[in-house]
């Protein structure tokens, strides 16, 4: 049964992107307007924002001490979104007219790829010589969705399937790079020697995901297993064989055989039937590691890692080393 999404899918516009991620933001704020301060001090560089009245005890006035003081601080965010296009310093600096007189002034481009340092400090030049006041600061989408991952909790399921749906639908529009440096965990408690055994991992074709190359078994806490994926591909299970229905990367006469074995096992050991509807994530081999969980909650769905920032390197080494380098972390 198809999944109803949160997010409008079906078209390239770019209003319908800023809309999509200006839901994100105003969902969020409904949740809790603490979280959006952390996800917008987050994607403009680590500032302190404050959403919302700031309450204040015995703060000294002019002339006087006041017992209390709730005052609402102003702020204009004026967010410019990039799908195909490319970036227009005189657009950039035409949207200055939208500020007035906010006590903080911030200008947010968004768009699937970084800009150069060059572009960085052409534009930073022109928008100061007109309005200093202003702040502009530029990311990815692929930012928001990691930045998104560091302000939920696990345990809240609502949220995390609003940003894993964003995820999902920026994904769908090509908003994401492909990513050879993302490792996706996945929980496998009942399947997990099975994908051991054979080297895969397997859900409901329907389920989306984000592009990644590598795949984390997650197991009472801990990532128990890292590989490298070299083919995804949905199949349908016939008597003469495997049928490729659709595919991404290699899918060789190994990897059926191992389809094969990993659907009769999933037939005799849960009752499980996997001879159509299913996607199979295949990989070299899973290399145990134990990256443990540290914070209290048992992790619901999945999550994805930048494995740059969590090995320290741009370079993605082996699968065993990158399960050797895991087992030093925490998350």
């Known amino acids: 049964m198809p999944r109803v999404h949160y997010f409008q899918r079906y078209s390239q516009r770019e209003n319908v992107v800023t809309n999509n991620t200006l839901l994100l933001f105003s969902r969020l704020y409904a949740y809790s307007p603490a979280r959006l301060e952390l996800l917008l001090g987050t994607l403009l560089d680590d500032l302190d924002l404050v959403i919302g009245p700031a309450f204040k005890q015995q703060e000294r006035g002019a002339g006087s001490v006041p017992d209390a003081k709730v005052r609402q601080g102003s702020f204009s965010l004026v967010i410019e979104t990039k799908v195909r296009a490319a970036v227009d310093a005189g657009q950039l600096e035409s949207h ?21 340092s060059g572009q960085q400090e052409e534009i930073q030049q022109r928008l100061k010589a007109v309005d200093p006041e202003v702040r502009f600061c530029a990311v990815t989408f692929d930012e928001i ?12 399921m609502e949220l995390r399937e609003l940003f894993d749906d964003y995820r999902e639908y920026c994904s769908s529009e090509g908003l994401l790079p492909m990513a050879p440096h993302t490792m996706r965990v996945v929980t496998a408690g009942w399947t997990l020697e099975e994908n051991f055994k054979h080297s895969l991992y397997y859900c409901p074709a329907s389920r989306g995901y984000q592009p990644h190359k590598f795949m984390g078994l997650y197991h009472q806490k801990t990532v128990v297993g890292v590989g490298r994926i070299h083919g995804v591909a949905v199949v349908e299970i016939l008597k003469g064989g495997v049928n490729v229905v659709e595919k991404t990367g290699e899918v060789t006469g190994d990897d059926k055989n191992r389809i094969l074995a990993a659907a009769k096992d999933a037939k005799s050991n849960h009752g499980w039937d996997l ?3 299913n996607r199979f994530f295949l990989v070299d081999e899973f290399v145990e590691t134990s990256f ?4 209290k909650y048992p992790l619901q769905g999945v999550r994805y890692f930048d494995l740059r920032q969590l ?7 082996s699968v065993q080393q990158v399960a050797e380098i895991l087992r030093a972390k925490e998350w």
Do not use: W
């Not at 969705?145 to 809240?156: G, K, T």
């Open 145 to 156: 969705v990691n930045a998104c991952d560091d302000v939920v909790q696990d345990y809240e």
């Open 275 to 277: 001879t159509k509807d």
């Open 96 to 116: 200055l007219e939208s500020f007035t007189d906010e006590e903080q002034k911030f200008l947010l481009l968004i768009q699937p790829e970084p800009l150069s």
């Open 311 to 317: 090995l320290g390197t741009d370079e993605i080494p």
């Open 292 to 295: 443990k969980k540290a914070s």
